[in-house]
């Protein structure tokens, strides 16, 4: 594939942030290719996803394009002090790349996917913004930020999120009932919770991957049965 | 501007390669009070918009990192909104289809642009919008490009150029010979002035040339060599303008001068 790093200055967390894009080897002129966004996890970068899983191999035959996105360890959501990343997720990065690349302007051709916190980001994602993307999935997600307080996890949640007990009216807080297609990608130390968690939901499924092989099966799956380009 | 690093993979030069770009962005603003969100101004969301393209070249010992690495590239070219500045990888070819079968004359003027256009539709096209530039032996290398493939190319900015086929390669005939062949270069395919003549006779399209080097260049009489070769064609179709930057050598601040001047003279026109 082609293989493009992107630094640019982005409004919503008013940062310059990186972007690895990836578009297929040949680039047909006035076509307009379908994308998947790919969040990274606490502690990670964008270059998570490159590193962990041969993504190539994958979206190269599926004719598509990747970007993988920094969200620094804002976990993609508006945060409360004003730092606006759910916003560059869903609006400002897809206008920006179709603006850049022959990438598609619309819905039906964009997905974002993620992985732990990521995962979470792309699960609110699709909440939030159900007319922005066609679907998501999450890899072994947080789906509930709650978890995060009172822990050894920094920056404190308090400052990502405001108070615990006001995650729900803060609007932090997932509910398992989506307007678009979630598919959950869950390691056996994750799927039961996250069974649980989805049994009473809408247009959501789980499917078991394999820890040793976690991201990389998890993106084929996705790519070759999720996502309909 | 917003910085790309592309890994291209050209079947002109079988190799993986690096391109570097500078394109049009959204620029940083001051952050508004209680993070509330900008607005959003960034040419980006203009769909029709196109770009203008300086296809900057490095020189003999350079690489594509050379131009952001050494001069203030970016803050020239942003302050004019539509200019998109290409960073191609040459290595040591002087851009040239060498002897030995490198092709990068071919890959920089012909394959590169064709790429590049369909991963960023918004690099214009058109001849006019395309100018080739450099420093050194890359500008011997624009020499080169824009004269040997001169519809490819509206306008050429050659600084510290001068002719390949005068240059003195003692100690290094082995990279002449690898590079342009062996025995005299002024009857080659590799002889600037020639070239820039060659055209002059021919219908082909002219581009705009801009020419120069620093008083103190040490390869300064070499440049007025090509400069009196250019000046030897009739009718001046190249709009042909030579200009000595006073006190400046072979060096950064001049490629920084001369860059400067070019990207004006081209966008003010």
Not at chain 1, 111 to 115: Q, S
């Given at each position: 594939m082609n293989w493009i790093q992107v630094q640019t200055f982005a409004e919503g967390p008013h940062t310059y942030v990186g972007i690895e894009v990836f578009l297929p080897q040949?680039?047909?002129?006035?076509?307009?290719?379908?994308?998947?966004?790919?969040?990274?996890?606490?502690?990670?970068?964008r270059t998570q996803w490159m590193r962990q899983a041969r993504l190539e191999r994958y979206a190269e035959k599926a004719g598509m394009a990747l970007a993988l996105i920094d969200g620094n360890q804002s976990c993609f959501v508006n945060s409360v002090t004003g730092y606006a990343w759910g916003d560059y997720l869903v609006q400002e990065l897809p206008e920006k790349l179709s603006g850049w690349f022959p990438i598609s302007r619309e819905a039906k051709d964009r997905?974002?996917?993620?992985?732990g916190t990521g995962g979470y980001g792309a699960l609110m994602a699709a909440q939030n913004a159900p007319d922005a993307f066609a679907g998501a999935a999450a890899v072994n997600p947080v789906l509930d930020v709650a978890c995060l307080y009172g822990t050894d996890y920094e920056p404190k949640p308090e400052y990502l999120f405001g108070e615990k007990e006001a995650l729900v009216s803060q609007g932090y807080a997932l509910s398992p009932s989506f307007q678009i297609p979630v598919r959950l990608y869950c390691d056996a130390n994750h799927e039961e919770k996250a069974k649980q968690w989805a049994q009473n939901g809408a247009q959501i499924t789980v499917e078991a991957v394999d820890a040793e092989n976690l991201l990389e099966e998890a993106f084929q799956k996705y790519v070759e049965g999720g996502i309909q380009v | 501007m917003v910085l790309m690093q592309f890994q291209i993979h050209s079947k002109i030069l079988q190799m993986e390669t690096d391109v570097w770009a500078l394109i049009p962005g959204t620029k940083p603003a001051p952050r508004r009070p209680n993070g509330q969100n900008q607005e959003r101004t960034g040419p980006e969301e203009n769909q029709e918009e196109t770009w203008k393209v300086l296809w900057l070249?490095?020189?003999?010992?350079?690489d594509h990192t050379f131009w952001l690495r050494h001069t203030p590239i970016e803050s020239i070219a942003e302050s004019y909104g539509n200019l998109a500045v290409i960073l191609p990888d040459a290595y040591g070819s002087s851009c040239?289809?060498?002897?030995?079968?490198?092709?990068f004359g071919t890959y920089l003027s012909?394959?590169?642009?064709?790429?590049?256009r369909r991963i960023l539709p918004k690099l214009s096209d058109k001849r006019e919008d395309n100018w080739v530039s450099g420093f050194s032996n890359g500008g011997y290398g624009s020499l080169y490009l824009g004269f040997t493939f001169p519809e490819s190319y509206g306008a050429v900015g050659a600084?510290?150029?001068?002719?390949?086929?005068d240059a003195d390669f003692t100690n290094i005939?082995?990279?002449?010979?690898r590079l342009f062949g062996k025995g005299d270069l002024h009857s080659s395919p590799y002889c600037a002035s020639q070239l820039v003549k060659d055209l002059g006779k021919s219908d082909r399209p002219k581009p705009i040339l801009c020419h120069g080097c620093g008083s103190e260049d040490p390869w300064r009489d070499m440049n007025e060599i090509v400069r009196d070769a250019i000046l030897s064609v009739p009718g001046d179709p190249y709009h042909y303008e030579f200009r000595i930057w006073e006190g400046l050598g072979h060096s950064s601040a001049c490629c920084e001068a001369a860059i400067r001047y070019f990207i004006q003279k081209m966008m003010e026109q």
């Open positions: 040949t680039v047909e002129a006035g076509k307009r290719y379908p994308l998947l966004m790919l969040l990274h996890d606490h502690g990670e970068d997905w974002v996917m993620g992985v | 070249l490095h020189g003999g010992v350079g040239v289809d060498t002897v030995s079968g490198a092709r012909q394959e590169l642009p064709g790429i590049l600084f510290g150029a001068g002719d390949k086929a005939e082995a990279e002449k010979e």
